[in-house]
């Protein structure tokens, strides 16, 4: 087990000196990587359909909550500098939800995905840290308390800026192979 800072559990597991006979093999030889980047395109677009659930997820609570507070008797959710930072993050997550849902009808139709997956798990994961950053300015320091969820999942939520692929290979990814500029690592 690896301790986190997460609410779920994660292991390491390594395999010393396994041999695997050929008849166990799946798929042709010499097609593993291939294989692995296939599945990690579909990992990044699940990923980013979680970052788009977790984005909805700090919205619904900073705008429930936007309602509800009272300050000088009206609502918190009345003034531009609650609502604004709430507008930009709806509008940014809906944007990459729609990004996603091209990345998942791309990979679902055998279509080569791998930039769309890419961008989607970027942007989702963006549009979620800042559904999260704009949570926790509404709430203030209720934010902190665990009855709201939001510390726990704005913990979690900072996770998918840098794994299972950081930001900064997207980036580089992007660059490569989809401006065509040249590889720079």
Not at 9 to 31: H, K, L, M, S, Y
Not at 37 to 42: E, I, Q, R, T, V
Not at 128 to 138: C, F, I
Request: charged share 20%; net charge neutral.
């Amino acid at each position: 087990p690896i301790e986190t800072m997460m609410n779920h559990g994660t292991t390491a597991v390594f395999f010393d000196n396994v041999r695997i006979p050929a008849a166990n093999r799946i798929g042709e030889e010499g097609q593993g990587f291939r294989y692995i980047l296939s599945g990690m395109n579909a990992e990044r677009i699940l990923i980013a359909a979680e970052c788009i659930g977790d984005a909805r997820f700090f919205l619904d609570r900073a705008t429930s909550y936007a309602k509800e507070r009272q300050v000088f008797g009206r609502p918190i959710g009345q003034n531009q500098g609650i609502q604004f930072p709430l507008a930009q993050a709806h509008a940014r997550a809906h944007a990459a939800k729609l990004v996603v849902a091209d990345a998942c009808r791309r990979y679902e139709s055998g279509e080569v995905a791998g930039a769309e997956a890419n961008m989607a798990k970027m942007l989702a994961a963006e549009a979620s840290w800042q559904a999260g950053e704009a949570a926790m300015q509404t709430l203030g320091g209720f934010a902190f308390a665990a009855e709201y969820d939001i510390e726990r999942k704005f913990r979690e939520t900072r996770l998918y800026q840098v794994a299972p692929v950081s930001t900064n290979l997207i980036l580089a990814y992007i660059a490569e192979h989809v401006l065509g500029l040249p590889k720079s690592y």
